[in-house]
């Protein structure tokens, strides 16, 4: 069996992939955390990746390594104390793609994000499109860390010794199960749902930011099922494929939706005060699908699926 690593298993999107890939008899699944254990498995190593002795020990003897590791908040706690999302991060990524590459791991995922292409955009944005001039300036330091940990990669990948191939995700605003549902913490779908579910009967729900505001919305599923197809292809030296939905969907939208299928109907007010960040970066993904994958979630289905979850699972943990 391959043995594969989950780097920040108890994060939102590594516990996903976490408890998925663990139900797969073909493979040996890992994964580490920090400070919250979520399971009783075996399989989790407690593990600080910003040491790179600990990134070079989980490492060992792994065939795949997927780096979802990493210091991630909301708009809010990230304007309050922007310079811990840097420093930490750059350790983290610095200290495991060097270990995956010390430690010959054949297939290394490392997952990037869409902030790195242009902030306003007509079109949907190609893996080609990156434009640093053109990054919004709330996001310009966490592109640049992005981009230097897929340099990295991409420098590693060329060395005449390399033996692992490097695969460079960039995703959308990826939303459901186990997603950050502390409103100190979360993004704008969870946080907006977690307004909504938690608000007394008849309160205005206060949506930071415009009512023209969008995002490019992937359901964590659909993204689980695309790690799923990349490792089970061929690995090879290097590549960077977008993973979205493809297309841009208002917040007041979503809003709405959440709204309705929660039942509360609740007046929802945009407030101009609050920090926010307006963009509208959405992805072109011809290349994951001449892999044979494609969203399959809409946004509609999303909300309801990540609603009923919710309330079965969130108000328990």
Known sequence: MRKVLICG???FIGRNLFESLSQRSDMDVYGT?????????????KADLTDKEWARTVTQR?????????ITDGSGAVASNPERYITDNIRINTNVIESAYENKVSNFIFLSCSIVYPWINRNPAKEQDVDLANIHPQYFMGSRLKLFSEDLCLFLSGLSNNRTGFTIIRHS????PHDK???????????????????REGQTINVWGHD??????LHISDFVRFIDVLINIKTINYQTINAGSGKLT????????????????????FDLSKPSIDTSIFLELSKAKSLGWQPEIDIDQGIRQTIDWYLKNKKGE
């Open 173 to 176: 605003n990826l939303y459901g």
């Open 62 to 70: 792994m065939d795949i390594v997927i780096n979802c590791a990493a």
């Open 33 to 45: 955390y920090l400070s919250r254990r979520f399971s009783k498995s075996e399989k989790l190593i």
């Open 9 to 11: 298993a108890s994060g």
């Open 181 to 199: 549902f502390n409103l100190d913490k979360s993004h704008v779908f969870a946080a907006t749902l977690t307004k909504i579910m938690e608000a």
């Open 212 to 217: 023209k505001q969008s995002r490019d919305f």
């Open 250 to 269: 208002l917040i007041r939208d979503v809003a709405s939706k959440i709204n309705s299928v929660s039942g509360r109907n609740l007046p929802i007010k």
